[in-house]
């Protein structure tokens, strides 16, 4: 999904992998405050659906400082709803549950 401008020509929504898109690099660093102040109703799109406003995402974080789109980005994925980065706690490094055949040697 491209940015999506509106009449006024402000952001309505963003999906979530391309936060670090709102800003360039010499904008920093920058508080959160600032961020909500510029795109705080921006709505966040989730990969695997819904969405959220960056305000309440960005609320969690309190009032902080990012020094790169890095800190940013991870402040927004700290502060997602949990369903929205995948299934909780799943890692497909996991070691093998009882009953599973995994064949280490095997390679994709």
Same mark, same amino acid.
């Given at each position: 999904?491209?940015?999506? !401008?509106? %009449? &006024?020509?402000?952001?309505?929504?963003?999906?979530? $992998?391309?936060?670090?898109?709102?800003?360039?690099?010499?904008?920093? !660093?920058? %508080? &959160?405050e600032?961020?909500?102040?510029?795109?705080? $109703?921006?709505?966040v799109d989730y990969p695997g659906g819904g969405s959220e406003p960056l305000r309440q995402i960005l609320d969690t974080a309190g009032h902080e400082e990012y020094g790169t789109t890095d800190d940013l980005q991870l402040a927004v994925l700290n502060g997602v709803q949990r369903d929205a980065v995948g299934r909780p706690r799943y890692s497909d490094r996991d070691p093998p549950v009882v009953g599973e055949d995994r064949n280490p040697r095997r390679s994709f």
């Open positions: 999904m491209e940015k999506a !401008p509106d %009449t &006024t020509g402000r952001l309505r929504s963003l999906e979530m $992998d391309r936060i670090d898109e709102l800003f360039d690099a010499d904008a920093f !660093p920058i %508080t &959160t600032e961020v909500q102040a510029e795109f705080g $109703d921006l709505t």
